[in-house]
């Protein structure tokens, strides 16, 4: 037995049940462990970035951590963007990386990296295996790490030689710290400021897709207070049956005047809101100057914990009818086809329990109020920014959940990071339907550029905004990686094509020209 097959054994007889993969030469004897192991299902990635943002996807369906299998210090920044939308997803994932046997990083090597200064970059624990014998204690405790503190980034060092030099057998990942908890004291003060009129609890965590957002809008309901999200969450529930909260706005001016006058606003779950950037002339925190602002708990700490000692406090109230989202489906609409009238054909024909990958980006706020009156649905939005997020995000999802349709709404521009991806879709057969919006351009960056005070745009900001010149040809791209695509301009043709797409299983892309 050598370090990597005790790896292997460490992580199964931990309950690591998938790795999404992108090895090279220094992880070989890794591969060849995993393949004396089809318990451990391996999936292959084109590109590093499909591999972590695929983990992701994975962890905010299941709460389980996956494992990523990645190529030296070059593999693992190529996994770096969708990691960091990972950690602001406060997903578990932990990451295998490779390197150069310890006795040849003494040389030059072409590939030689700073594996651990990449490594500690995004990740809330790092550690080199400095020998074979350790390698299998070294893989429980970074199991135990990505699962403490409700989801962290750990990553795992192994020089070539500690995966084929000899070792003696496997170990079992503890189960994680408990999670801390606001004092006493402090649930009684947030409790008090969520009894003044107009008062906030801003929500994030599992509150948005469990049965704890039930418990949130029962004491905010009993004590009056108004019931918040963030507008980017790792993953919350939207549509029939799901409890009405208010949902926060990108734009910080729409912030402002949601929060403007509140008295108290308690933060459970989540951190302070603050601008996406910073603007010329405009603050980066939305919340009024007059507003007491209580952080009492963490998305690290107990939640669930929390939100039941409020609930003691303020007392529970009975929910009703007008509590939740009504089932109101729009009917198909006909025409000339617009952004409004795409979002209504989706929440027609998407089936319940649906996995929703949203990286629209421009076209998303004009999707979202149909989409609200369908069936209920789990939305992941691309918590950190880092664009490329949706099309790994949802191979992970439907990797996690088989028999849900996922459906991913993707940026023409966002959706080249990581098409490689469509691929993964295709060889593992996997249920999941893209729909790009084809504005043949970064949309964002015109309006951010707008936002910015810049309103003059000469002939290098056009170049660097679109992509035209020549035009992306989806069909061909998608094709191309094995998934039957189809080209519509018209509502007529993407009701067509979007139905078809949810009576069949399997990859298809909807290249919706705009």
């Known amino acids: 037995m050598n370090g990597a097959e005790t790896l292997v054994r460490t992580l199964l007889a931990s309950g690591v049940k998938v790795c999404f993969a992108n090895p090279g030469t220094s992880e070989m004897h890794f ?12 999936i292959l990635c084109l590109f590093e970035g499909g591999v972590s943002g695929a983990a992701d996807g994975y962890y905010r369906m299941t709460g389980e951590v996956a494992a990523t299998l990645l190529h030296l210090a070059p593999g693992f920044g190529n996994a770096f963007a969708n990691l960091h939308n990972a950690r602001k997803a406060q997903s578990g994932v932990l990451n295998i990386m490779g390197d150069h046997a310890d006795y040849h990083l003494r040389f030059e090597a072409p590939l030689k990296g700073d594996t651990v200064g990449i490594a500690q970059a995004v990740s809330h624990w790092t550690r080199v295996s400095s020998a074979a014998e350790k390698v299998a204690g070294d893989a429980a405790e970074a199991v ?11 990553t795992l060092i192994l020089p070539a030689n500690t995966a084929w030099e000899a070792a003696t057998g496997p170990a079992v990942a503890a189960p994680p710290p408990a999670l801390h908890r606001p004092s006493l004291a402090e649930i009684k003060a947030a409790a008090r400021a969520l009894r003044q009129p107009g008062a906030v609890l801003l929500l994030d965590g599992p509150a948005l897709y469990t049965d704890l957002g039930l418990l949130a809008k029962r004491l905010t309901k009993a004590c009056g207070a108004r019931l918040m999200q963030p507008f980017f969450a790792a993953r919350f529930r939207r549509g029939a049956g799901a409890v009405k909260m208010e949902r926060m706005a990108y734009r910080l001016p729409d912030n402002q005047a949601l929060l403007a006058g509140v008295p108290a606003l308690v933060l459970c779950g989540t951190a302070r809101p603050a601008g996406f950037f910073a603007y010329p002339g405009l603050p980066s925190i ?21 939100l039941q000692a409020l609930a003691e406090e303020l007392g529970e109230a009975e929910l009703g009818p007008e509590d939740f989202v009504p089932l109101d489906r729009p009917a198909l609409p006909d025409g000339p086809l617009t952004l409004e009238k795409l979002g209504e054909t989706i929440a027609a024909l998407m089936p319940e329990d649906t996995i929703l990958v949203d990286e629209g980006i421009t076209a998303s706020a004009y999707l979202a109020p149909a989409l609200r009156r369908g069936p209920g649905h789990d939305v992941l939005t691309i918590t950190g920014g880092s664009i490329g997020f949706g099309l790994p995000n949802a191979v992970g999802a439907a990797v996690a959940c088989p028999d849900r349709k996922v459906v991913v709404l993707e940026g023409d521009g966002s959706g080249m990071y990581t098409l490689q991806s469509l691929w993964t879709m295709a060889r593992e057969g996997l249920d999941v339907t893209t729909v790009v919006f084809a504005n043949r351009g970064y949309q964002i960056l015109r309006e951010e550029l707008a936002a ?63």
């Open 144 to 154: 135990r790490a990505a699962r403490a503190k409700g989801g962290q980034i750990a």
């Open 31 to 42: 591969v060849a462990a995993l393949d004396r192991h089809p318990e451990l299902r391996c």
């Open 452 to 514: 910015m005070g810049v309103n003059e745009v000469g002939r290098n900001a056009a170049r660097m905004f679109d992509v035209e010149g020549p035009a992306l040809d989806w069909v061909a791209l998608a094709e191309g990686h094995g998934v039957q695509a189809v080209r519509v301009s018209d509502m007529a043709g993407f009701n067509a094509a979007f139905a078809e797409a949810m009576g069949q299983r399997g990859p298809r892309l909807i290249e919706v020209v705009l």
């Open 286 to 306: 939305p919340d009024d100057p007059d507003t007491r602002l209580i952080e009492l708990c963490s998305r690290e700490m107990d939640i669930a914990w929390c």
